[in-house]
């Protein structure tokens, strides 16, 4: 299985190649790929948006020139849903299970696009990531709440707030001011 998984990987690779020669790489590689490498044997629960994930990754360009890796660093925490990885690699790592290996091939606009990351990236750069998935955390019900409900809560508050100072400022500015001869009358009744 492994064996046809590799194979159908070098023929999309050299799928990729040949098509960027003939000037057809935006139909070949608009899209991005992923090919499973490993798959653990029981695999219960998938990664989603809002989960943590703890990744090995080594990316490249096509032309296999390694442009990063952690494989000699500390595996590299992703909360998906934050952004804190290229758009590519993100989607790529919706729905893995830990201790599952994928090959990610992403084009341009789904990594760092018309402007490169120079000088190692260049421009309209196709990457290639393999990634082992080391741990997967799942997201808690009050991480969901704190990530979904309390951004939208916070939302309707503003402008409620905003009304309020709004409001307070107005009859301020309309209250009746005293005047001095009020203060006085005031004065001599409670003596």
Not at 84 to 99: D, R
Not at 156 to 185: F, I, S
Request: charged share 25%; proline share 5%.
């Amino acid at each position: 299985m492994q064996i046809r998984t590799e194979i159908a990987l070098v023929f999309l690779v050299a799928f990729a190649f040949v098509a960027a020669e003939d000037g057809d790489s935006k139909e070949s590689i608009e899209q991005l790929v992923v090919e499973t490498l490993v798959k653990p044997e029981t695999c219960t629960i998938t990664s989603e948006m809002g989960d943590t994930l703890q990744i090995h990754y080594t990316g490249r360009l096509m032309d296999g020139k390694v442009i990063d890796t952690s494989l000699s660093r500390e595996p590299l925490v992703v909360e998906l849903g934050k952004r804190s990885v290229i758009t590519g690699l993100e989607q790529a790592l919706v729905g893995l299970c830990e201790g599952q290996k994928i090959k990610a091939t992403i084009p341009a606009h789904l990594a760092y696009g018309k402007r490169g990351f120079p000088p190692t990236i260049p421009a309209d750069s196709t990457l290639e990531f393999e990634v082992e998935v080391i741990s997967l955390s799942q997201q808690t019900p009050w991480q969901k709440i704190v990530n979904d409900v309390l951004p939208l809560l916070c939302l309707a508050l503003v402008p409620t707030l905003l009304g309020l100072v709004g409001l307070y400022l107005y009859n301020k500015a309309h209250a009746q001011p005293q005047g001095k001869k009020k203060n006085k009358d005031k004065k001599s009744k409670k003596k």
